[in-house]
């Protein structure tokens, strides 16, 4: 029997421009026991199609057409087309439940975790104290949560980003619905509490016979954790079948797109090693680097400990671990953005960690955020984002701040009209094109990358690195490229430092760490890179890949 029908499916929005149809005709369905994964970039309308199956559409949202029937095994079909807000909260929780994809945002911060765990029980009338305390504690051991006592007392910013999903995950399945709809419950964790969520998400799927409905827009993990793929563009379904076929042979142009875009699945094209001039000095060189922080207790918190590399000029240094490895620390002190509390950092003739001219240092080094929305002002136009560096050092007239603007939007493929308009007004790919025109404004030798392509879909993320890329040879750029994706960093990293609890465990060329790696810290991270069974196994030398 079909869990979950879709057909037909037509969702519009109301609009200051009119009403606008975000899913026009969709159909598909989610079985007991098995996953399908909606795939698709932002804007493709699955999120909507989610939100549509367990009716939390935004206000100007609405279902024109279609429906979505769901079959329980507890209370028969039922169409949630038209269903009443009365009726929703009866089969929230209890038949169908949602794992959103950000834990930071989605729990309440003054609410322990065993509050958050139990509201679903609370809502749907579960009354004795002692049974909700010890389903709870049920709940937190069944995802693997260790100590769930203390963790039930303790609140989300006490926790791991990945603990917190699995919270989420928890509270999603106090009631054991039998419709799961998890909404890119992984997209911000890093490789390895990534594979470990979705494991533990297939299991209980499996223990429990819950349906999944799998929203991302990695291929490579829909081919890791899904048994159906809906492959969506622009609203509409664009290709649709057992997962092992859809991605071993895909009939639709967009989904071959989407497959070679991919880092984890892209085929493995060694880098052409940089081999400096006699005599050259690298650009950059950190010797024994050592970042403390105070905190609340008697001992500071060490970030940073003994970390070492070098970088050599018109290159690609990787810095890559999983969250809390100390590599944004170790971007930031080489922005000149953290004072060391030891060791040594030179960016070309300039002593970072000695008493500097640090707005002259600016002009060197920039640094280039993972949130390029966050980083933007939301109340500047564009050009005079991109202007105010210029500014700010007093460079060129008007005229010739505009004349430059105009060419760094043209450096990263935007048209020129983007100079009016607001980070509100673009897309997330244009916002990080942005960014990085106002990092290379002031045409620095060095910009450091801090996970400036992990929050952007395959496809768009696809584009920013060539883009890195070309803008690398024609300006002679370094960069230092602070990732948790080692499947990206292996298409665009000349060396790498692999970090684990703000020590260096491996260090070397990438293509030497990649093949051969010496610690068993680094082979995790090669282990959960997702789409290992549709890999290819080619090594393609660059040289053949560039004729």
Known sequence: MTLLEIRDLRVAYRTSRGEVTAVDGVSFDVEPGRTTALVGESGSGKSTVAQSAIGLLARNGRIAAGSILLNERRSGATELVG?????????RGRCVALIPQDPGTSLNPVATIGSSVSEALRIHGWKDRRKIEARVLELLERVDIDDPERRARQYPHELSGGM????????????EPELVIADEPTSALDVTVQRRVLDLLDKLRTESGSGVLFITHDLAVAADHSDSIVVMRGGRVEETGPSTRVLATPDAEYTRTLLADAPSLARIVERVPHEPAPGDRPLVEVRGLRQEFRGTGPQPFVAVDDVSFTVARGTTHALVGESGSGKTTTGRSIAGLNRPTGGSIRVGDIDVTARHDARAFRR?????????????????????????????????????RAERVAHHLDLVALAPEIAHRRPAELSGGQRQRVA??????????????????????????????????RLQDELSLTYVFISHDLAVVRQIADTVSVLQRGRQVEHGATARVFASPEHPYTRRLLDAIPGAALRPALTTPHQEESA
């Open 364 to 400: 060197v080094a920039q640094l280039v955020y993972q949130n390029p929305y966050g980083s933007l002002d939301p109340r500047q136009t564009i050009g005079r984002i991109l202007a105010e560096p210029l500014e700010n050092f007093g460079l060129g007239t008007r005229a010739e």
């Open 164 to 175: 917190r999903q699995r919270v989420l995950i928890a509270a999603a399945l106090a009631l």
């Open 83 to 91: 269903l009443s807000e009365r009726r929703w909260r009866g089969l």
């Open 436 to 469: 990085i025109a106002r990092a290379l404004i002031l045409e620095p030798e060095l910009v450091v990358l801090d996970e400036a392509v992990s929050a952007l879909d395959v496809t768009v993320q696809a584009q920013i690195l060539r883009l890195l890329a």
